[in-house]
């Protein structure tokens, strides 16, 4: 394992680590800064080693230490990053459903973008964290179509991508699609959550591409025009997700800046939960199609020691 880290970050070493955070907690006045340069630029793996060797030298627990020093939103940051990402995904859908009304559009956002492999993971570790089943909270905090819809993509049934492309399924699913939407009176939501929810994403962007020759309208702008609220948000989600995932993130990430008082909730959480996964390419996407680059909006948009934290994260201007 030491091996391993060693490849990847040859001058990582956790018990120096260690020792810079134990001292920047110690210092009068806590020196946020060394907490952000030394876990910021690390991955989870280290980050678990540096808090293992913390735990020797100090004998306290890291992150308890990392609480009672940090404060705001560094410390909602600095703590999402001691978790994996998993563990960060399931805490985030927890505190979305717990407590009096259910935050929706966290619910919506998590849900409705995760990958097969990731719910598996998100599932195991939602149990061990809260010794409930995800599709029970899931379904229990939410009613109607919306709970439908999210229960049956937590249940994680999609198919995987094929190499073989099935022209006759596409047009099908295409034309299954458009009967039980614009052509119809009403919507028939069922019709659309199955496709939706069990077809592999490479057979959906080829379905939705198909639609068009069925539809005057495109996926996106049926779905405005037939469910509202929060069914129609996350119908737009998914759809959005299946055709570029990172331009989604990217333009979440570009209106929860734009919006008054940055929605820092939003901007934390697609910055800590992706930042191992795709932030990369979320970059590549905003770059392209906000003109400006991620880092230099984050830098407009916030301040101090939450920004510092951010702009590390990002890891560069494009």
């Not at 996926?219 to 998914?238: A, C, H, P, Y």
């Not at 993130?249 to 930042?275: H, P, Y």
Request: one cysteine or more; glycine letters at 6%; a positive charge.
């Amino acid at each position: 394992k030491y091996i391993y880290i060693y490849i990847m970050n040859p001058n990582f070493d956790p018990d120096k680590d260690a020792a810079r955070i134990e001292t920047a907690i110690k210092t009068k006045g806590v020196n946020e800064q060394t907490i952000i340069d030394v876990l910021t630029k690390r991955t989870y793996n280290q980050r678990r080693e540096i808090a293992f060797a913390f735990e020797r030298r100090a004998k306290k627990d890291m992150i308890s230490a990392l609480k009672g020093a940090l404060s705001g939103s560094l410390e909602t940051v600095i703590l999402g990053l001691m978790k994996s990402t998993a563990q960060y995904d399931a805490s985030e859908i927890k505190a979305s459903i717990k407590g009096l009304g259910t935050d929706e559009e966290s619910l919506i956002e998590i849900v409705c973008s995760r990958s097969n492999a990731e719910f598996m993971e998100i599932k195991k570790v939602y149990k061990e964290l809260f010794k409930k089943d995800l599709e029970k909270d899931v379904s229990g905090d939410t009613s109607g179509d919306l709970a439908k819809l999210l229960l049956a993509l937590v249940e994680a049934r999609r198919a995987e991508p094929s190499s073989v492309v099935d022209y006759q399924k596409i047009d099908e699913d295409a034309r299954a699609l458009y009967e039980a939407g614009v052509k119809r009176k009403g919507t028939d939501v069922k019709c659309w959550i199955s496709i939706m929810s069990e077809r592999s994403v490479p057979h959906l962007q080829k379905v939705f591409e198909r639609y068009k020759s069925y539809s005057p309208y495109d996926m996106q702008e049926s779905i405005r025009k037939e469910v509202k609220g929060d069914l129609e948000k996350s119908f737009l989600t998914l759809v959005q997700c299946f055709e570029n995932k990172q331009l989604y993130f990217a333009n979440r990430l570009q209106d929860a800046m734009k919006s008054k008082g940055a929605k820092e909730k939003v901007l934390t959480r697609i910055m800590v939960s992706r930042c191992e996964v795709d932030l990369k390419k979320i970059r590549q996407e905003f770059k392209a199609h906000h003109g400006k680059s991620l880092y230099q909006t984050i830098a407009e948009h916030t301040k101090g020691d939450y920004q510092r934290a951010l702009l590390s994260l990002c890891g560069g201007d494009d």
